[in-house]
């Protein structure tokens, strides 16, 4: 099992004149969060694609107020229904653990930190552009 507070981190600061200011909770949390997010497995897979397609579906949606972010949390979303291995997780190294849902975090950014909205069943979300981007906001 991996400890976050045992992964190296290298120490980057300068003592002339620095001042430390503790974090806000917030910045903990979020602090917190991607130190834990350095012990999950991590596949990485390329493949070129073009974008044409999206790019005239976003130039017809746009006037409808749906944002980019929105549709491509939707596709990412359907991509993942296409592929449940994707979607799962490894806990125990001898198997994987299918989710019964496909939700997608979207981190957005705030005045003093970062949150991350949550569209839970995203693969079933109807692709409404204000009713999505308030889950977002």
Do not use: W
């Not at 596949?43 to 549709?71: E, H, I, N, Q």
Request: aromatic share 6%.
């Amino acid at each position: 099992m991996c400890n976050p507070s045992s992964v190296d981190i290298v120490d980057t600061t300068y003592s002339c004149g620095a001042t430390t200011v503790l974090f806000t909770t917030m910045q903990s949390a979020v602090s917190k969060n991607m130190l834990e997010s350095l012990c999950v497995p991590t596949f990485r897979v390329g493949y070129p694609a073009s974008a044409d397609a999206l790019d005239a579906l976003y130039a017809k949606v746009k006037k409808k107020g749906v944002m980019m972010t929105a549709l491509l949390a939707k596709a990412a979303a359907m991509a993942l229904a296409q592929h449940p291995v994707v979607n799962s997780s490894c806990k125990d190294e001898k198997s994987f653990t299918y989710n019964g849902s496909v939700n997608i975090a979207v981190a957005v950014a705030i005045n003093g930190g970062l949150i991350t909205p949550v569209l839970q069943d995203a693969d079933k979300t109807r692709l409404d552009g204000r009713k999505l981007q308030k889950e977002l906001i």
